[in-house]
């Protein structure tokens, strides 16, 4: 605490990020990144904009990142989507920030699942936005009609965080039905592995914004690219947040990089096919040492043993260095967060998971 601190820091409760340790040789699956490095065609690209002397990073990168624009509409074109319905940012995180300030700060509150992704309350928090928390049900799924109520918009990650569950298109669709005069935000950071996207329903409601990012199914965590699709009006009240805040968020690498990452498909399948395989080979494995796992469409599990502490769990792992996200929170704090990693680390953790019943028995 410091009283040179405004009294906004005072009241701040940061987001905590999953460790990202120094350690080489680590089995890392505890912050859901792709174990797959991102598709050559997007180093290439990075690589020809660098040079070979790098001259031009001495000039800003475009403020409006048209190129990466261009590549999402081109990407949903089918769905009548153009440049205009496109926001881009630094990070899905940056554009959930922008959201929150643009859209969803009103005098009604936001409505968001108890069990979600927890930048939402710490968003809540920093930009003063009254929230009410839905719970999840029995099987730590969201219920549409549970968020029948007056609200200032509406935020729900699909598939879930950290649970992993897919609402069905046709519930995200009643979702922005029933709520025309709030804004509803669909995060869809794990769609690609395993659900149907909301972006084919932008065309349709005016008030439903899908937030994506690059980090988790094009591999591309560390080069911080995020974007949002919707109706120009919702893009054109971000485009005015983001004006005031940072003119540039995106660097000339992370542009053109994810720019070529969004156009290589084939690579893209490739890649997140393999995770889907993994996982499926991985449930059955867990399932198999008598692990209860939900069904996930993302590119982790949720897990939990009937007869083993989750956080004694982690612990174990951890000593033999695999490391997994445990939430210490109400209703989930006997859960582990598994990220799917490649056929090697997922082998890796199932051999220390049966050392590790055999040692508690
Ligand atoms: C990982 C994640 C994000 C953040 O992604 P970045 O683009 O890396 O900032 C946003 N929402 C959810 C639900 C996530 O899991």
């Given at each position: 605490m410091?009283?040179?601190?405004?009294?906004?820091?005072?009241g701040?409760t940061?987001?905590?990020?999953?460790?990202q340790?120094?350690?080489?040789?680590?089995?890392?699956?505890?912050?859901?990144?792709?174990?797959?490095?991102?598709?050559?065609?997007?180093?290439?690209a990075?690589?020809n904009?660098?040079?070979?002397?790098?001259?031009?990073?001495?000039?800003?990168?475009?403020?409006?990142a048209?190129?990466?624009?261009?590549s999402?509409?081109?990407?949903?074109?089918?769905?009548?989507?153009?440049?205009?319905?496109?926001?881009?940012?630094?990070?899905?995180?940056?554009?959930?920030?922008?959201?929150?300030?643009?859209?969803?700060?009103?005098d009604?509150?936001?409505?968001?699942?108890?069990?979600?992704?927890?930048?939402?309350?710490?968003?809540?928090?920093?930009?003063?936005?009254k929230?009410?928390?839905?719970?999840?049900?029995?099987?730590?799924?969201?219920r549409?009609?549970?968020?029948?109520?007056?609200?200032?918009?509406?935020?729900?990650?699909?598939?879930?965080?950290?649970?992993?569950?897919?609402?069905p298109?046709g519930?995200?669709?009643?979702?922005?039905?029933?709520?025309?005069?709030?804004?509803?935000?669909?995060?869809?950071?794990?769609?690609?592995?395993?659900?149907k996207?909301?972006?084919?329903l932008?065309?349709?409601?005016?008030?439903?914004?899908?937030?994506?990012?690059?980090?988790?199914?094009?591999?591309?965590?560390?080069?911080?690219?995020?974007?949002?699709?919707g109706?120009?009006?919702?893009?054109?009240?971000?485009?005015?947040i983001?004006?005031?805040?940072?003119?540039?968020?995106?660097d000339?690498?992370?542009?053109?990089?994810?720019?070529?990452?969004?156009?290589?498909?084939?690579?893209?399948?490739?890649?997140?096919?393999?995770?889907?395989?993994?996982?499926?080979?991985?449930?059955?494995?867990?399932?198999?040492?008598e692990?209860?796992?939900?069904?996930?469409?993302?590119?982790?599990?949720?897990?939990?043993?009937?007869?083993?502490?989750a956080?004694?769990?982690a612990?174990?792992?951890?000593?033999?260095?695999?490391?997994v996200?445990?939430?210490?929170?109400?209703?989930?704090?006997?859960?582990?967060?598994?990220?799917?990693?490649?056929?090697?680390?997922?082998?890796?953790?199932?051999?220390?998971?049966?050392?590790?019943?055999?040692?508690?028995?």
């Amino acid at each position: 605490m410091s009283h040179f601190w405004s009294p906004l820091v005072h009241g701040l409760t940061p987001y905590t990020p999953g460790e990202q340790p120094k350690l080489i040789n680590l089995v890392k699956l505890n912050t859901n990144e792709n174990p797959y490095p991102p598709s050559p065609k997007a180093v290439t690209a990075m690589r020809n904009e660098l040079g070979s002397d790098g001259a031009t990073l001495r000039l800003y990168p475009d403020p409006n990142a048209d190129l990466l624009k261009q590549s999402v509409a081109e990407l949903f074109s089918k769905n009548g989507i153009t440049p205009a319905h496109v926001f881009v940012g630094n990070g899905s995180d940056e554009v959930l920030a922008h959201v929150f300030m643009a859209l969803l700060k009103h005098d009604k509150p936001v409505l968001l699942p108890d069990i979600t992704y927890s930048f939402y309350p710490v968003y809540c928090g920093l930009h003063g936005v009254k929230s009410v928390s839905i719970p999840l049900d029995e099987q730590f799924a969201i219920r549409v009609d549970d968020y029948a109520m007056e609200n200032g918009g509406i935020i729900i990650a699909n598939p879930n965080a950290p649970t992993g569950h897919l609402l069905p298109l046709g519930e995200i669709e009643r979702l922005a039905a029933a709520h025309p005069g709030s804004v509803v935000v669909i995060d869809e950071a794990y769609i690609d592995f395993g659900g149907k996207s909301a972006i084919s329903l932008v065309g349709r409601f005016r008030n439903l914004l899908v937030v994506r990012t690059l980090s988790k199914s094009h591999s591309l965590a560390g080069l911080r690219v995020g974007f949002a699709v919707g109706d120009p009006l919702l893009i054109e009240g971000l485009e005015r947040i983001k004006n005031s805040f940072n003119s540039y968020p995106l660097d000339r690498l992370a542009i053109v990089g994810a720019a070529a990452a969004l156009a290589d498909i084939e690579y893209f399948e490739t890649t997140r096919h393999a995770v889907m395989n993994s996982r499926a080979v991985l449930v059955a494995e867990l399932k198999a040492l008598e692990f209860d796992v939900l069904p996930s469409a993302a590119n982790f599990i949720f897990t939990r043993h009937p007869k083993h502490d989750a956080g004694t769990l982690a612990t174990n792992l951890r000593e033999r260095s695999i490391i997994v996200r445990h939430f210490r929170l109400p209703r989930i704090e006997q859960h582990l967060r598994i990220t799917i990693g490649t056929d090697q680390e997922c082998a890796a953790l199932i051999a220390a998971l049966k050392d590790i019943l055999i040692g508690i028995q």
